[in-house]
């Protein structure tokens, strides 16, 4: 059978493959400790799913228009505004809100790029870009700033790898697979980079409300920026990750109204609106404030309480192994190139070892376009994180 061209590049998640992989195991009776989840290992806020559970008691249950229920839409929109530079206006024209930030992702991507069409991704980098980029039949073209910078790139990199096709570029601050986020001062000198270029530029930011960095608040994101600082945008984000759901499956796109015109209609023919009482699930994780900032201050202290945790674990029991310091989302990106020898020519060599000898489940780096590094996400218990880490340095607990 052959296929179309369309999926010609076309690979499954890796990290998806690592998790059912090690679920698999577990459920053979192996003692497996995953750390390769990219989700929060804590059940919704039970207001937000109480509001799921009404809506569907009240027969909230049929199709809502296709870009979202205008009520979301408009909250989404007033969310962003919050913490917004002065000079933005955002309405519900600007969201379209769909089954969750990857089709968010895809929506945007394939409205804006097709073939001959370069786009610049920051890399190490999500896997799905380049996926997301190879559907689209744009080409991904990886760019990498040092490593001492904990990969963030500037202006100087990102010319160096500009072509005259080059047409966007993906960034994702607090990034996955790293946790490094961009100073507003960093984000600045890439927007306007863009803007000069006339680069569409594509913010993820799924994690920007999981952020450690000093003085609180979310990670700086375009709308912290001047609003005529920026050329042509789309921001991605969604609930999945800060408000512990990822199952519900609700992410959203905000761009410019005509943009969001397109991506409604794309989205029209294609999946419809998102389910209806995940929306307004939704809705009340954005609009009852008082208690999302509680829900999300609670998770937030654990998250950086584990981050610490296991930051000082890897340097008391691994430290020939290096670290990205990280400063969001939930996951350290760990350069284990140290141990490469023989048998183990890679990180997905290592992470095979791990999983087998020490029943540890990571993803290798190769996955984020960085083979010296695995991915190791600490969206799990204290206790299980510090027998991860015992367990990898042959300490067996
Ligand atoms: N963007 C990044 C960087 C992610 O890590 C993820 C999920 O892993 C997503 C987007 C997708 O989130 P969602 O579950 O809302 O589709």
């Known amino acids: ?25 577990a459920e053979e009776g192996r003692d497996i400790i995953d750390l390769s989840a990219g989700e929060p290992d804590f059940d919704t806020p039970s207001w937000i799913s109480d509001a799921g559970v009404a809506a569907i008691r009240a027969g909230q249950t049929r199709y809502t228009p296709a870009p979202g229920l205008p009520d979301l839409r408009q909250a989404v929109a007033e969310d962003l505004l919050r913490n917004a530079a002065p000079g933005w206006e955002l309405a519900g024209e600007n969201v379209v809100v769909s089954n ?44 990498q700033g040092p490593e001492e910078r904990g990969f963030r790139l500037t202006p100087e990199d990102l010319e160096r790898a500009r ?23 960093e984000l600045l000198a890439v927007v306007r980079w863009a803007r000069e270029h006339d680069v569409f530029l594509v913010s993820d930011e799924i994690y920007r409300r999981i952020c450690f960095s000093e003085g609180g608040g979310p990670a700086p994101g375009l709308t912290s920026l001047p609003r005529e600082e920026l050329g042509r945008f789309a921001i991605i984000d969604g609930v999945s990750k800060s408000f512990a759901m990822t199952g519900w499956r609700i992410g959203y796109s905000i761009t410019d109204a005509g943009l969001a015109r397109k991506v409604g209609a794309f989205q ?65 990106f760990v350069k284990v190139d140290a141990e490469y020898s023989g048998e183990i020519a890679g990180s997905q060599d290592w992470c095979s070892r791990a999983l087998e000898e020490h029943g540890v489940a990571l993803v290798p780096g190769i996955a984020f376009g960085d083979d010296r590094y695995v991915r190791l996400s600490y969206a799990t218990s204290d206790e299980l994180l510090e027998k991860a880490v015992r367990r990898l340095a042959g300490k067996v607990a």
């Open 1 to 25: 059978m052959t296929y179309s061209e369309n999926i010609a590049t076309l690979q499954p998640s890796a990290t998806i493959a690592v998790t059912t992989l090690a679920r698999k195991l």
């Open 163 to 185: 072509t005259p096709a080059t047409r966007g570029l993906i960034l994702c601050s607090p990034s996955n697979p790293t946790g490094t986020v961009y100073s507003a001062e």
């Open 268 to 332: 029209s023919q294609t999946t419809s609106n998102p389910a209806t009482p995940s929306q307004l699930a939704a809705l009340e994780a954005l609009t009852d404030r008082d208690r999302a900032d509680e829900s999300i201050g609670g998770m937030l202290e654990a998250f950086r309480r584990r981050r610490d945790l296991v930051v000082s674990l890897i340097h008391e029991h691994l430290p020939h192994l290096g670290i990205i310091q990280p400063e969001g989302a939930f996951y350290i």
């Open 100 to 143: 969750g930030a990857k089709q968010a992702l895809f929506n945007v991507c394939f409205s804006v790029f097709g073939p001959e069409d370069e786009v610049l991704v920051a890399s190490p980098y999500w896997t799905t870009y380049p996926q997301t980029l190879g559907l689209s039949r744009a080409e991904a073209r990886f760019v």
